[in-house]
């Protein structure tokens, strides 16, 4: 399954411009599973489940 940029920002509660930074070349702390299909951002649901429990405080 793949997320958009709101439907993501929407699951972090975060705006999307943190979506946008965090996706940039350098971001010291990118999200992964990005990809582009055409201009449109796309997010691997499995990566970013990943992502957020590599995340949780222990």
Known sequence: MFLTVGQLSEMLC??????????RKGSIDPIPGAFRFGKHLRFKKDDIDKWIEGHRKK
């Open 14 to 23: 975060v705006p999307r411009s943190f979506i946008y930074e965090h996706t």
